[in-house]
């Protein structure tokens, strides 16, 4: 019913970039708060940021000042762009839509890999 296409995972050393891309169907678009959610190996799922259809951004503090959450209407895709990354940021990042009604849906994940 749903699907999120991930795109922009990769391997950067410490201080490098990686945007991230997530596309959706307009109609998931236009409804939907989007964001990410990240797990690392042997961590739980943690949230990341998210971006609300009027545009309200929230991210957890550890990425604060360095992952920046955008949509781009025309693509009908929610970009994650990721500067000055840590090692402690490799996990995958899985893109979300949670839409009005109260259902979540998933993205496939991408694997991002900061390496020391």
């Known amino acids: 019913q749903v699907q999120l296409v991930e795109s922009g995972g990769g391997l950067v050393q410490t201080g490098g970039s990686l945007r991230l891309s997530c596309a959706t169907s307009g109609s998931v678009f236009n409804t939907a708060v989007m964001g990410w959610y990240r797990q690392a190996p042997g961590k739980s799922r943690e949230f990341v940021a998210s971006?609300?259809?009027?545009?309200?951004?929230t991210s957890t503090n550890s990425v604060k000042g360095r992952f920046t959450i955008a949509r781009d209407n025309a693509k009908t895709s929610v970009y994650l762009q990721m500067n000055s990354l840590k090692p402690e940021d490799t996990a995958v990042y899985y893109c979300y839509a949670r839409l009005k009604s109260g259902n979540v849906y998933w993205g496939q994940g991408t694997q991002v890999t900061v390496s020391s």
């Open positions: 971006l609300t259809i009027d545009g309200i951004t």
